[in-house]
């Protein structure tokens, strides 16, 4: 299942790529038809992501609801982003929203331009994977295409997610409030005053409620694994026995790891490496991670062997040497 730094490239990619422009909107496999029907003609006039669930507004007061779930992913053809980061992205909002309102730039960080786009193909889901070049435009689509958005020069398909429906401005406020706090829209202090208060109330296994989106917002198997870890911490330790400053540090670390995500497109979660041991984890998941996935291997700071255990159904890995 995707997790947060990945839908928020996503709606990074809707930012830079269809923000702006007029959509023309369908459902190539007819399931999502009358939804289509709502939305086709409008301009999107934004894209943000909460946690796992991403929402694109448009021009007419309404939004388009995403949640990708287990399957689902989105397809990009055309003219299209690659490569870009979540800070150019948010630096590009901020300048141009700033220049409206005819105030000074904050002066937030801007990475390298991305470059003059081209007729590429990209598929956007857990992982990205940049598929040929599109001889011609629009590409036909190609499967079980629940939503197609099409401009002028580019194209997203939407394919198996868990949730698509169209929403109204108080929808989207009700959706967004049942999730927990996401280090990228909320602001530091608020956000891990929220979460700290809402697990120091639990006596659900923190590592159960890492997983809860209504506790914090966007974290998947592989973080809350490197998480606890990186902690260390005992993922059987009860919410509400796990010290203050403790998650505090948590949710630092989460915001650390999910800005990084973001720019990088890949969940890093090691510290530390020299630049060749940076450039192999890029290349290789096995050498990414400091327990995710690594049941029965040795753990990178003890020796003794990772264990993996189901959680709701779930695998949750963990040391149990130096997680204690």
Request: charged share 25%.
């Amino acid at each position: 299942m995707p997790e947060g730094h990945s839908v928020h490239r996503i709606a990074n990619q809707f930012e830079q790529t269809f923000v702006g422009s007029r959509c023309e909107v369908s459902s190539p496999q007819g399931r999502f038809a009358a939804g289509a029907e709502k939305l086709d003609g409008a301009t999107m006039v934004d894209a943000k992501a909460v946690g796992k669930q991403m929402f694109l507004e448009f021009d007419n007061g309404l939004w388009l609801h995403v949640h990708l779930g287990l399957y689902g992913a989105w397809d990009f053809a055309g003219e299209i982003a690659t490569g870009h980061s979540m800070a150019e992205s948010r630096t590009r909002r901020a300048r141009a929203r700033k220049a409206e309102a005819a105030t000074d730039d904050d002066g937030e960080d801007s990475m390298a331009s991305i470059g003059a786009p081209r007729r590429s193909r990209v598929r956007m889901a857990e992982q990205e994977k940049a598929e040929d070049d599109i001889e011609s435009f629009p590409p036909e689509p190609v499967g079980q295409v629940r939503v197609r958005l099409l401009t002028d020069t580019a194209v997203g398909d939407l394919r198996g997610p868990t949730k698509c429906e169209v929403l109204d401005a108080a929808g989207v406020d009700t959706a967004i409030a049942k999730l927990g706090p996401d280090p990228l829209v909320d602001s530091p202090k608020k956000g891990s005053d929220r979460f700290v208060t809402t697990v120091r109330k639990k006596r659900t296994p923190i590592g159960l409620l890492l997983m809860d989106q209504s506790v914090v917002s966007g974290i998947g198997n592989i973080y809350r694994a490197e998480l606890l870890f990186r902690a260390r911490l005992d993922p059987h330790t009860p919410g509400n026995q796990v010290p203050e400053d403790v998650l505090k540090a948590i949710y630092k670390d989460w915001t650390k790891l999910l800005r990084s995500g973001v720019e990088l497109g890949q969940m890093m979660t090691m510290d530390g490496l020299t630049k060749a041991q940076h450039a192999k984890a890029l290349r290789s998941r096995a050498d990414r991670h400091w327990v995710y996935h690594r049941e029965g291997l040795p753990c990178r700071v003890c020796g003794t062997n990772i264990v993996m255990e189901m959680a709701a159904g779930r695998k949750l890995y963990w040391c149990p040497v130096d997680q204690t």
